[in-house]
């Protein structure tokens, strides 16, 4: 993870992109105001996600904190009850074991940042990252800057600001369905400019 201008991160989910300025309602096709509102809705949920994600990862001191875990102990601290977030690394590589409540999407980044407009469009300029799940590749989806609400607990070291604040969230992400018992090889790698992060999963879900 890194810090731009105060702030940065690690790691990636949905991609939606709004351009230009359309016709009044009323002029537009029949079906075309609904498909703008769920896009208005998926980019409201991702900006949600993001901030929960960027939430979670910053409430823990870095003793404890999943960013820094070099084993997956730290890896089921604070989570939700419905969605099982990940992290990736202040930089470089570590391996980690992790347990994994059955029934639970994965959310991960594979890279992250947050900061203003401008420092996420340089981060993301850079952004390339995959991510490989039981053999399998799994197209990361790029998030290109988002209004996010983030808490950070007193002496986190992931967003270096205790309490709550409003930021430009953006990075690669993957979501995984919930995954079927036993054990899983999740395998993610994340570039932007000159900072790396690499995480081996070996991700176990035990039976309902």
């Known amino acids: 993870m890194r810090f731009r201008g105060g702030a940065a991160g690690l790691a990636a989910v949905l991609l939606v992109v709004l351009a230009g300025c359309g016709p009044r309602t009323a002029d537009r096709p029949e079906g075309a105001a609904g498909a703008g509102s769920e896009a208005a809705n998926a980019r409201d949920s991702a900006a949600e996600l993001q901030g929960r994600w960027w939430t979670w990862a910053a409430s823990e001191p870095e003793a404890t904190n999943p960013v820094a875990d070099t084993d997956g102990s730290m890896c089921g601290r604070h989570q939700p009850r419905d969605v099982w977030f990940l992290a990736g690394t202040f930089g470089g590589q570590v391996k980690r074991d ?73 990075g690669l992400w993957v979501e995984v369905p919930p995954l079927d018992p036993g054990v899983h090889s999740l395998v993610i790698r994340g570039r932007s400019g000159d900072f790396s992060t690499g995480v081996d999963y070996a991700l176990t879900v035990a039976a309902s």
């Open 98 to 170: 992790c347990r994994v409540v059955p029934g639970r999407p994965i959310v991960v980044p594979v890279i992250n940042a947050h900061g203003d407009r401008q420092s996420c469009a340089d981060f993301m300029r850079d952004a390339q990252g995959t991510v490989v799940l039981d053999g399998e590749p799994v197209k990361p989806e790029a998030h290109e800057g988002d209004d996010i609400v983030v808490e950070g607990a007193p002496g986190n070291a992931v967003t270096g600001e205790e309490g709550v604040f409003t930021t430009t969230g953006c």
